[in-house]
Nanobody, 127 residues
């Protein structure tokens, strides 16, 4: 079973930045999709960003709410993925999770697509 561990969360003021990291116990390239999700208090888990490897091509997807503010990247040799978050807003507050799936059958943003999850890291943006 793949192990994922997030880090880098914290408290930041509106307009600030944070960089989240996710360490994987296995080879990143063995997983078709590696994604970041978040869950705000009282709400469901939603997809934030995803890197999909398919047919030897890498595509990065973003939720509309974070497009242009968040950037997802990876370091294959270190078995890590990152989420650089800028221009943070209180609406970005939540627990951020890293997830991975070997064979993505549906949308990258579907929670049920992913078999492997980290424990999450808290991000709080104050106004």
């Amino acid at each position: 079973q793949l192990q994922l561990m997030e880090s880098g969360g914290g408290l930041v003021h509106r307009g600030g930045s944070l960089r989240l990291s996710c360490s994987l116990s296995g080879n990143i390239l063995d997983y078709e999709a590696i994604a970041w999700f978040r869950q705000a208090p009282g709400k469901g888990r939603e997809g934030v960003a995803c890197i999909v490897n398919r047919d030897r091509e890498r595509t990065t997807y973003y939720a509309d709410a974070v497009q242009g503010r968040f950037t997802m990247s990876r370091d294959i040799s270190k078995k890590m993925v990152f989420l650089q978050m800028t221009s943070l807003e209180p609406e970005d507050t939540g627990i951020y999770y890293c997830a991975a799936e070997r064979d993505l059958e549906g949308g990258w943003f579907w929670v049920d697509e992913y078999s492997n999850w980290g424990q999450g890291t808290q991000v709080t943006v104050s106004s």
